[in-house]
Protein backbone atom coordinates (compact mmCIF):
# COMPACT_ATOMS: atom_id res chain seq x y z
CA UNK A 1 0.00 0.00 0.00
CA UNK A 2 1.25 3.42 -0.70
CA UNK A 3 0.30 6.25 1.49
CA UNK A 4 0.17 9.93 0.73
CA UNK A 5 0.03 12.44 3.81
CA UNK A 6 -1.44 16.27 3.11
CA UNK A 7 -3.17 19.07 5.38
CA UNK A 8 0.27 19.99 7.12
CA UNK A 9 0.66 23.80 7.88
CA UNK A 10 1.29 26.76 9.68
CA UNK A 11 -0.83 27.47 12.57
CA UNK A 12 -1.19 29.80 15.78
CA UNK A 13 -1.67 28.06 19.20
CA UNK A 14 -5.11 27.24 19.69
CA UNK A 15 -6.04 26.79 16.46
CA UNK A 16 -7.15 23.24 14.25
CA UNK A 17 -6.00 21.17 11.41
CA UNK A 18 -7.04 18.10 9.80
CA UNK A 19 -4.49 16.17 8.15
CA UNK A 20 -5.06 13.42 5.93
CA UNK A 21 -3.83 10.41 4.29
CA UNK A 22 -5.16 8.74 1.30
CA UNK A 23 -3.89 5.32 0.79
CA UNK A 24 -3.93 3.27 -2.91
CA UNK A 25 -4.79 -0.34 -3.50
CA UNK A 26 -8.21 -1.57 -2.99
CA UNK A 27 -7.38 -3.24 0.96
CA UNK A 28 -7.05 -0.52 2.97
CA UNK A 29 -9.67 -1.51 5.54
CA UNK A 30 -7.45 -4.77 6.01
CA UNK A 31 -5.20 -2.18 7.58
CA UNK A 32 -4.34 -0.64 10.89
CA UNK A 33 -3.66 2.93 10.58
CA UNK A 34 -1.53 5.07 12.64
CA UNK A 35 -0.32 8.58 12.85
CA UNK A 36 3.56 9.19 14.47
CA UNK A 37 5.36 12.88 14.43
CA UNK A 38 8.67 13.73 14.74
CA UNK A 39 9.96 16.79 16.23
CA UNK A 40 13.54 18.50 15.34
CA UNK A 41 16.49 16.59 16.82
CA UNK A 42 13.68 14.07 18.65
CA UNK A 43 12.78 10.69 18.16
CA UNK A 44 9.68 9.56 16.46
CA UNK A 45 6.99 9.16 18.54
CA UNK A 46 3.46 8.15 18.58
CA UNK A 47 -0.08 10.23 18.40
CA UNK A 48 -2.79 7.97 17.45
CA UNK A 49 -3.72 4.82 15.78
CA UNK A 50 -6.85 2.94 14.80
CA UNK A 51 -7.75 -0.65 13.62
CA UNK A 52 -9.01 -2.00 10.72
CA UNK A 53 -12.86 -1.27 11.39
CA UNK A 54 -12.03 2.05 12.78
CA UNK A 55 -13.85 0.68 16.39
CA UNK A 56 -10.74 0.62 18.35
CA UNK A 57 -8.69 3.46 18.61
CA UNK A 58 -6.41 5.06 20.71
CA UNK A 59 -4.33 8.45 21.57
CA UNK A 60 -0.69 9.36 23.17
CA UNK A 61 -1.64 11.10 26.41
CA UNK A 62 -0.13 13.94 25.43
CA UNK A 63 -2.53 14.53 22.57
CA UNK A 64 -5.84 13.00 24.12
CA UNK A 65 -8.79 15.04 24.05
CA UNK A 66 -7.70 17.12 21.50
CA UNK A 67 -6.60 14.69 18.67
CA UNK A 68 -8.75 12.40 17.10
CA UNK A 69 -8.30 9.38 14.51
CA UNK A 70 -10.57 8.15 12.41
CA UNK A 71 -11.15 6.57 9.06
CA UNK A 72 -12.82 6.53 5.43
CA UNK A 73 -12.92 3.15 4.31
CA UNK A 74 -14.84 3.93 1.35
CA UNK A 75 -12.27 6.87 0.72
CA UNK A 76 -9.52 4.75 1.51
CA UNK A 77 -8.15 7.59 3.85
CA UNK A 78 -7.73 8.05 8.06
CA UNK A 79 -7.45 11.76 9.29
CA UNK A 80 -5.99 12.99 11.89
CA UNK A 81 -7.89 16.54 13.65
CA UNK A 82 -6.17 18.48 15.36
CA UNK A 83 -7.55 20.90 17.71
CA UNK A 84 -6.29 23.33 20.57
CA UNK A 85 -2.58 23.30 18.60
CA UNK A 86 0.19 23.66 20.77
CA UNK A 87 3.65 24.83 20.00
CA UNK A 88 5.09 21.66 20.98
CA UNK A 89 2.95 19.81 18.58
CA UNK A 90 5.03 20.88 15.89
CA UNK A 91 6.77 18.16 13.86
CA UNK A 92 6.35 16.83 10.96
CA UNK A 93 3.51 14.48 10.68
CA UNK A 94 3.48 10.53 9.22
CA UNK A 95 0.86 8.19 8.48
CA UNK A 96 1.52 4.48 8.54
CA UNK A 97 0.12 1.15 7.89
CA UNK A 98 0.04 -2.56 9.06
CA UNK A 99 -1.81 -5.31 8.03
CA UNK A 100 -4.18 -5.94 10.53
CA UNK A 101 -4.84 -9.57 12.29
CA UNK A 102 -8.97 -7.96 13.50
CA UNK A 103 -8.01 -7.80 17.00
CA UNK A 104 -9.17 -4.34 19.28
CA UNK A 105 -5.77 -4.46 20.51
CA UNK A 106 -3.41 -1.21 19.12
CA UNK A 107 -0.09 -1.19 18.23
CA UNK A 108 1.79 2.11 18.94
CA UNK A 109 5.33 0.68 17.97
CA UNK A 110 7.19 2.14 15.08
CA UNK A 111 8.77 -0.44 14.42
CA UNK A 112 5.54 -2.94 13.91
CA UNK A 113 4.32 -0.48 11.08
CA UNK A 114 5.47 -1.45 7.46
CA UNK A 115 3.97 1.14 5.29
CA UNK A 116 4.72 4.43 5.72
CA UNK A 117 3.63 8.33 3.84
CA UNK A 118 5.88 11.03 3.13
CA UNK A 119 5.47 13.10 6.33
CA UNK A 120 3.59 16.39 5.88
CA UNK A 121 4.32 19.50 8.76
CA UNK A 122 3.11 21.26 10.70
CA UNK A 123 3.91 24.20 12.67
CA UNK A 124 2.48 25.81 15.48
CA UNK A 125 3.25 29.13 16.50
CA UNK A 126 2.72 30.94 19.78
Known amino acids: VQLQASGGGLVQAGGSLRLSCAAS????????MAWFRQAPGKEREFVAAGTWSGVSIYSADSVRGRFTISRDNAKNTVYLQMNSLKPEDTAVYYCAARWSVHTIVIVTNPREYDYWGQGTLVTVSS
Open 25 to 32: GRTFSSYD
